[in-house]
């Protein structure tokens, strides 16, 4: 071998050793990148970052719902929500009962809301009416039939609706009743309109 050779294989040696140095280094320092940048699950943590949003979600949700008239305002502009007829107060104690509600077209001074506060619905107690509007709903459809499906039909519609006594949780003054809809038909109220 001569000194060309030599000098080549030396080189060779160093070239070698220097790429074995570079692979250690790299490893060492994957390993360390590795510690230091993982990210502790949830289960580690034994909390979940989520839960809080989703918590104010819910609350903000339920808020919208039963409170919804302040609240709904901003997005009123975007997605037109019908506003409320009147804000509508306990006539003894003047608690507010509902901030959303629809006036009855005829009877002015009946509303229906369903969502209210300070109401509590009676269930042992059941109130009976009968129901002229679905039988005037369903008269259009009279001359097509016979008089025999005609008085099947009158029968039908004589069906007596149930309804529960609402109270104003205050003073237990009846404000209300409430129907299988789930719909409040407030009837002794004061109603304050915007
Ligand atoms: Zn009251």
């Known amino acids: ?51 809080d949003n989703r918590d104010q979600a819910w609350v903000d949700a339920r808020r919208r719902g039963y409170h919804g008239f302040g609240i709904q305002r901003p997005r009123q502009q975007q997605q037109p929500v019908p506003n409320s007829d ?23 001074t009946q509303y229906r809301a369903m969502f209210v506060m300070n109401c509590s619905v009676n269930k042992e107690e059941v109130l009976r009416y009968k129901t002229p509007e679905n ?38 003054t009846e404000v209300a009743v409430y129907d299988k809809d789930e719909v409040f038909h407030f009837f002794n109220v004061l109603a304050s309109h915007s």
């Open 86 to 108: 009147a804000v509508l107060n306990c006539p003894a104690c003047m608690t507010t009962l509902c901030l959303d509600c629809q006036r009855h077209e005829s009877y002015k």
């Open 135 to 172: 039988r005037k709903k369903k008269r259009g459809h009279k001359k097509m039939r016979s008089n025999h499906e005609d008085a099947a039909e009158q029968a039908e519609t004589d069906v007596e609706e149930i309804y529960h006594p609402v109270m104003c949780t205050e003073c237990s």
């Open 1 to 51: 071998m001569g000194k060309l050779g030599q000098l080549r294989q030396s080189t060779m040696m160093i070239y070698i050793l220097i790429l074995i140095l570079r692979m250690k280094t790299r490893q060492v320092s994957k390993k360390k990148k590795k510690k230091r940048h993982r990210i502790p699950t949830n289960d580690e943590l034994l909390y979940d970052p989520e839960k």
